[in-house]
């Protein structure tokens, strides 16, 4: 049977099966929204035109005073991926537990080919990109939505990443010839060298300041000739400079967009490490009786404070203004939320307890009893 009768065929069966009678009602249809993210529509002054910035905070977000996480910017909107990809690995501790912010148009209104690039270029197999763009969209996301982020979010602004793919891959490669200490690390993915050959002997000669900045380069090894070529180019160049940490990867087997859902996973915990292990303690069973010392009203430095209460499980530990969460025992005084790396130590010396002392994500803070 050829591939179009087939094709009729199962067409025809699917309709078939479709127009069957059922007792399913369908109550509402809405478009899926990735759990746990906020989707902003921005306008930038500097470019002229309107933004979809998704953010998606790690699973542990930052709640002890000053502390902060890094942060990663995704172009192409993630394709919907990059957010839950980074939750995961930084709730699984394979990396630095992140804010993963995703970069896209509105709906019919993509501009990618103008603000990737600086100028014109045609592609081996005929895409035209208009180009001109690609200053105006850096001071964007450098100048306007990196100090909005910092400004509402508790993002580090020294860990920050930027990823880019494809035609965002060359310009991702051009943020990091051109400004270097724009980002930290830098995800350069199937780089579109095609579109601005000059790229290569721009990163040959980058000069790069304190700290070292981290460069994950990925392609799929069964991609068109020439884009395996640029992205070796590329490979090359950097592969010469002082102060730049390079890996990279050719994903067997893969072509141009296939591997993509495969470099988070390869990618962001080389960019963003972790500084610490993340603890798994084995729980303990406890008096039930000893946990009536524990229980109060704790304050931190910036006046937030954290109720220590008990249910039937055991207790129960909530910061002002976030989701409450079960506490663990590990050992006397000692306690630890599964799943998440975070601890809490109260001083108690067997009596009521004066203070605790909290780790979250590898940072510590104390609150003192405040009733």
């Known amino acids: 049977m050829c591939l179009l009768a087939a094709w009729l065929l199962i067409s025809a069966l699917h309709g078939r099966a479709l127009a069957e009678p059922s007792s399913l009602a369908i109550k509402a249809e809405e478009p899926v929204v990735i759990s746990g993210a906020t989707s902003l529509t921005v306008h930038s002054a500097i470019v002229g035109r309107d933004f979809v910035v998704e953010v ?31 939750w995961l690995l930084g709730a699984a501790g394979t990396m630095a537990p992140a804010y993963i912010v995703t970069v896209g148009y509105p709906a019919g209104a993509s501009a990618r080919g103008v603000d990737l690039l600086s100028g014109p ?12 763009g690609a200053d105006a969209f850096r001071r964007f996301l450098v100048e306007e939505l990196k100090p909005f982020m910092e400004a509402r979010y508790p993002v580090d602004g020294e860990r920050s990443a930027l990823f ?67 992205a070796r180019q590329v490979a090359q160049a950097l592969s010469g400079v002082d102060g730049i940490v390079l890996r990279t990867e050719a994903f067997e087997g893969e072509q141009h967009i296939s591997y993509y859902p ?69 050992a006397v005084d000692r306690f630890f939320i599964r799943g998440v790396d975070a601890s809490v130590v109260f001083d108690s010396d067997g ?14 803070a104390r609150a003192v009893r405040a009733q």
């Open 351 to 364: 009596s009521e307890a004066k203070e605790m002392r909290i780790s979250v994500n590898g940072a510590t």
């Open 164 to 230: 880019g793919h494809s035609l965002s891959g060359v310009f991702a490669a051009n943020v990091l010839a051109g400004h270097p200490s724009d980002f930290v690390s830098y995800l350069i993915a199937s780089p579109s060298v095609w579109a601005d050959p000059g790229i290569v002997e721009r990163l040959r000669t980058v000069q790069i300041k304190a700290p070292p900045r981290r460069v994950f380069l990925g392609y799929g090894a069964n991609e068109e000739p020439y884009m395996i070529d640029g």
């Open 121 to 132: 270029a045609t592609s081996p197999d005929g895409m035209v990109a208009k180009g001109g």
């Open 262 to 330: 495969a470099l988070p996973n390869a990618a962001f915990p080389f960019l963003l490490p972790r500084d610490n292990l993340m603890r798994r303690p084995d729980p303990v069973e406890l008096p039930a009786g000893q946990f009536k010392r524990y229980l109060g009203v704790y304050e931190l430095t910036d006046h937030r404070r954290i109720s220590i209460t008990q249910d039937e499980n055991g207790l129960v530990f909530k910061v002002e203004g976030r989701d409450e969460a079960g506490l663990l025992a590990e």
């Open 56 to 86: 998606t905070a790690p699973r542990t977000p930052p709640i002890l005073p000053g502390q902060t996480a890094p942060v990663i910017y995704v172009l192409d909107g993630g394709y919907d991926l990059a957010g839950p990809a980074g």
